[in-house]
């Protein structure tokens, strides 16, 4: 079978947007769009609004190749059961039947995982990860999430939540995260959120005078606290390499664990570049054991940020098996 | 091929002493014997001495089947090269093509990996996780070893050296392990020794009388904590309690890493029982995310002690697939 003209349907599902596009093997993305999700109280409304939208797309497309698949990247994932479970940040409450509901609109082949278990397929199939069997990949944004490949297979575990390393506890009895009200988990300091709460720290607990005291709290960003810390604003400097190091200690952790041949970051925050990620190399270094040094690559994405999302969504649609590939008996795909 | 009477030949190499057996499919061991290790200087000269011993047994239980290859657990093995590299208990330093050299002695298939990882294969095997395909497996012994099974493959990482959880960092700047140099490692507390170290700070650090006082430091071990502590002594409770937290915030981790169904526990620590697992049951829900609350299984090793690492080995042999059953094409085996 000449596979070279199929394409994929990626669709990454955020709490404000929801991205799709349509893309080949090459990871080119044909076409893309949006929605808003938050706009939509019943998943049920969402679903055919998107499908108003990027049903027609995809008959457009269909000059290009044929579509295999729809691949769904969604907070609170479960890959094994195709549902997006209690999603603290969606509309939609409970468990939700997600790909099966997609599957059945579209009537095509649906796979679905959480964003970062996508975004490692994406890294493997169209970035930094092609050809690797082992690697970890860290998303550090709002929050700070993980995919771990191991064996050349994405970890799903018993459930289908495999992989929350932002949630593993770094600093027992340290800061409280909001929403877990877990003390000192990674996410709570190693995310956009956690370096601001950081820097507001910093700031109370000094007598340094800092660019950052120009702002209010509520105006406080990893942006600004990057671009100061570029001009040489000390706290600013501080905050970066504080948190490079909890990254870097957290990051020897995973290594212990799984082995990977390369940690992949990915995320508004590896922004900050060489502020960062310097302490975050010598401070995992320095916590593994001498048979682990200088041996795992540190690196970020090569996927563009604005198309990793709905790439890792679109990616899932080439690991499909032909058992995964569930379309109902009585329906024949239209497209 | 009938497989019901194949046999497998399982070597455990400890750093004092080195127990073998031959065992079949059901996993009873039909014949076992052990050597010293510590009295080789040279690693050749302990194959010569353990080919003496082994290989007539060998011959002997050939009327009751075909033996299919050996399988060794060693520590620092690498399952890859089959290698024992650097093992810091071991006389022989550097890298040990020790699979090889065994290999080529009893011109058998052999492979090897480190002692934590055969006791996973062999819990999976014959043991309490048999038809698992996603568990952890922690041996509390006089140190911390792991050896994790995720979609039913033991993960060996990109260099074979995955799976070394006791030396994740579960205390930051806690207390220092005097062979790794690194502070707050899991092994530095919830091994044997780091038991011991627990019960002299306690007594150290406080006034309540205990029976721990009876024995000088050099005399504690976790049996005489663990007795102490049946018959009600305050400061003994209060260090499994301790150690218990510490485990419990450990295996937190763990799951948010692999999200097991089962983490299995094995080695002389556990005999502590409820005293060790009231505490670090509490402490590992308390760490997890609601998704993973009350999901996963702690329970103990279901193989006897004595036994465990020569059946751990032995089942790496069933594991062998034709690319690993390496015999010098030259060479015929005698078996």
Not at 103 to 119: I, V
Not at 162 to 187: C, D, F, N, Q, W
Not at 245 to 254: K, P, T, Y
Not at 301 to 320: F, K, P, Q, R
Request: hydrophobic share 40%; with cysteine; proline share 3%.
């Amino acid at each position: 079978m000449d596979i070279s003209n199929e394409l994929a349907v990626g669709i990454d599902i955020g709490g404000t947007n929801t991205k799709y596009g349509v893309v080949n093997h090459r990871g080119d993305i044909l076409v893309k769009g949006d929605l808003r999700t938050d706009a939509y109280t019943e998943v049920e409304d969402f679903i055919d609004a998107l499908y108003d939208k990027l049903h027609p797309v995809m008959l457009e497309q269909h000059e290009h190749g044929t579509i295999k698949g729809i691949g769904i990247g969604a907070p609170n994932g479960n890959y094994y059961k195709g549902t997006i479970e209690h999603a603290p940040n969606l509309h939609w409450k409970g468990v939700i039947p997600f790909a099966d509901m997609v599957s059945d609109k579209f009537e095509q082949p649906c796979s679905l995982t959480n964003d970062a278990n996508a975004a490692a397929v994406g890294e493997m199939t169209y970035g930094a990860a092609r050809g690797m069997k082992n690697f970890i990949m860290i998303t550090l944004g709002t929050g700070v999430g993980s995919g771990i490949v191991a064996n050349g297979q994405l970890i799903y575990g018993e459930d289908g939540f495999a992989g929350e390393l932002g949630h593993t506890i770094i600093r027992p009895g340290g800061r409280l995260h909001k929403s877990t009200r877990l003390r000192g988990s990674l996410e709570s300091y190693a995310s956009a959120t956690g370096i601001v709460s950081t820097a507001i720290e910093m700031l109370e607990n000094s007598n340094e005078k800092s660019l950052l005291s120009n702002y209010k709290k509520s105006e406080l960003n990893s942006k600004i606290i990057y671009e100061s810390a570029s001009k040489g604003d000390k706290i600013a400097k501080e905050v970066f390499r504080f948190t490079g190091q909890i990254l870097g200690e957290a990051l020897a952790n995973f290594v212990m664990f799984s082995s990977p041949e390369a940690i992949i970051l990915f995320g508004g925050v590896i922004k900050a570049g060489d502020l960062l990620m310097k302490p975050t190399r010598l401070h995992m270094e320095k916590n593994l054991l001498p048979i682990f040094k200088n041996k795992v690559k540190l690196i970020f994405s090569e996927l563009e940020e604005a198309d990793a999302a709905i790439l890792g969504a679109s990616a899932l649609v080439w690991e499909m098996k032909l058992s995964d590939t569930w379309v109902k008996p009585e329906k024949i795909p239209v497209i």
